[in-house]
């Protein structure tokens, strides 16, 4: 982005070591079904945010497509 924010996938644990996360965006059709499948990695990639510069409300947003 124009602010220097970076997005990435983290599809893997291995994607996501050794970054410091802010925000989690979670996309997923109206079924969510990411959580059941991806369950073990977004909460370990929740737990990686104790540092996040982004308010406790917002580092977590959830779409729908």
């Known amino acids: 982005m124009d602010d220097g924010t970076k997005y990435k996938i983290f599809p893997t644990y291995d994607h996501v070591r050794g970054h410091c996360i802010d925000q989690l965006i979670i996309v997923d059709d109206d079924r969510w079904n990411v959580y059941d499948v991806q369950h073990e990695l977004i909460d ?3 737990y ?3 540092m ?3 308010p406790e ?3 977590i ?3 729908e497509w």
Do not use: A, D
């Open 52 to 54: 996040s510069c982004v």
């Open 44 to 46: 370990w990639t929740k």
């Open 57 to 59: 409300e917002f580092q």
């Open 48 to 50: 990686r945010m104790f």
């Open 61 to 63: 947003q959830e779409y």
